[in-house]
């Protein structure tokens, strides 16, 4: 069922409702003024007989009982019987069109009564020493009533029948917005992930627009970041496999301490495979938005010193950890795994860029809701026209070791919870600043600002 054809039943059955309510009530009170009227013309018809009586040459009483009057004289009208009787019943005159029985006339007012087989409606006025009764038929009167009812059921059936075909109409008019919206989208190839452009919409409509192109939006976004992890893995990984197969061929070829170095040369090559798959799959799931949520809180000085282990790990410069008395054991709004990850690459990038013989420093504070790490080595730096390719993928100064991931993996974390990354070069080493924001929502609506940035992407 399309939504115009259950639109046009929903609200064609309330329009019949209510019109059939409205005419209940409109028929009904036209019958209570339509039986008022007749009643008012009993009336009216006995004051009239009244005053024609006072006007006869002679009285009734001296006319005798039976004596039938035409309706002309006493100008009664059509359909209706009179009758005129004195004080102790007998009959002393009645009209052509009154029945062979006599009309109760026995209290005054209006009277429901049986003659005959036929009921009738009677109006009793006592006038001087006569009564006066004028009485119509309810047969006549039902029939009059369905006249009347059917010459009013007309209109109200054509203006139901009329409304009901405008609101078809109307309806079509309507969501002739919807119907370009699909039609749009029916045009689009399947791979077309631009957005939706659709002119006139109405303000209702501008939402779901809106929405249906920033779902368009995240897909080209998750395909580009497919395309990216299968054009970055292709390029980066080329070189270690080649590397990798090359040294086993040595191996092969040769024996001794040829054949030691070679394999001890394959398997650095393969480390450097391993260590570049995982910080492209980690980055993968960091810029997909999945989630690293394992359960486990750990507090901000736990995950410094479980970043430091990690770091620390086949290397000799050492970490030094400075960590304030007024730190406690607050939690970051950033899943464990994802800052001891971005914090444990800045260490590691720290030490394999400093100074020989000298130290890595690691500050933590907090300050403004968020949880600041301050990274500082002792190594010569690096130029300011290079700060701005640091957090670039596979950008490395120099030859280094790296993979050149793991600063682009910190800023995809900073970018996902809304945290700051900042570098600082000078004479004596780089410093990098890490700000991630805690998981208090009281600490003066940093969190918040979490949460609209993790609803926006």
């Keep these: 069922m399309t939504l115009r054809l259950r639109l046009t039943l929903i609200l064609g059955a309330a329009f019949i409702l209510i019109w059939a309510l409205a005419a209940a009530w409109m028929f009904r009170d036209l019958r209570n003024q339509m039986m008022f009227s007749l009643d008012q013309r009993l009336v009216a018809s006995a004051r009239m007989v009244a005053g024609l009586v006072n006007q006869l040459p002679q009285p009734l009483s001296s006319v005798g009982e039976g004596t039938r009057f035409s309706a002309d004289p006493l100008s009664i009208p059509d359909g209706m019987a009179c009758q005129v ?36 409606r009677s109006f009793t006025l006592s006038h001087g020493d006569v009564r006066i009764t004028t009485a119509d038929r309810q047969q006549e009167r039902e029939a009059l009533e369905r006249s009347v009812v059917l010459a009013a059921s007309a209109p109200v059936l054509m203006a139901l029948l009329g409304s009901l075909g405008v609101l078809w109409l109307g309806l079509g008019r309507g969501l002739a917005p919807l119907q370009r919206m699909r039609e749009a989208l029916t045009r689009r190839s399947a791979d077309s992930l631009e957005p939706l452009q659709v002119s006139a919409l109405p303000r209702e409509l501008q939402p779901l627009l809106d929405t249906q192109n920033q ?21 980066e990984l080329r070189s270690p496999l080649t590397a990798v197969k090359t040294h086993l061929q040595v191996a092969r070829m040769t024996t001794g301490a040829a054949r030691e170095q070679a394999l001890e ?57 400075e960590l304030p ?29 400093g ?13 403004e809701g968020a ?44 970018q996902q919870y809304a945290g700051q990354l900042h570098f600082h070069s000078h004479d004596h080493g780089l410093q990098v600043t890490l700000c991630l924001p805690l998981a208090d929502a009281e600490t003066d609506g940093y969190s918040n600002a979490v949460a609209v940035h993790q609803a926006a992407r």
């Excluded at 368009?216 to 390029?235: S, V, W």
């Excluded at 008395?325 to 030490?351: F, H, K, M, T, W």
């Design 85 to 120: 009787s004195s004080l102790r019943g007998e009959i002393l005159a009645r009209s052509h069109s009154a029945t062979q029985s006599a009309l109760d006339a026995q209290s005054s007012g209006f009277r429901d009564q049986q003659i005959e087989g036929a009921a009738w």
């Design 215 to 235: 779902l368009l939006l995240r897909i080209a976004q998750a395909f580009e970041r497919e395309r990216r992890l299968t054009g970055d893995a292709a390029h």
């Design 265 to 321: 040369h394959a398997e650095q090559g393969a480390d450097r495979l391993h260590r570049t798959l995982e910080q492209l799959l980690l980055l993968a799931r960091v810029e997909g938005s999945l989630s690293f949520e394992d359960g486990v809180a750990c507090d901000i000085t736990q995950i410094a010193r479980l970043a430091m282990n990690d770091a620390q790990q086949g290397a000799d410069l050492p970490i030094q950890l």
């Design 325 to 353: 008395a007024r730190v406690g054991d607050q939690v970051l709004a950033v899943p464990s795994a994802l800052a001891i990850a971005a914090l444990r690459n800045l260490l590691e990038n720290a030490r394999r860029h």
């Design 355 to 367: 100074a020989a013989g000298g130290v890595v420093r690691l500050a933590l504070s907090v300050e």
């Design 371 to 414: 949880a600041r790490f301050d990274i500082h080595d002792q190594g010569p730096g690096i130029a300011p026209q290079h700060l701005a390719y640091l957090t670039q993928r596979f950008w490395r100064k120099g030859q280094g070791a790296g993979s050149g991931l793991g600063l682009a993996i910190v800023q995809a974390i900073v």
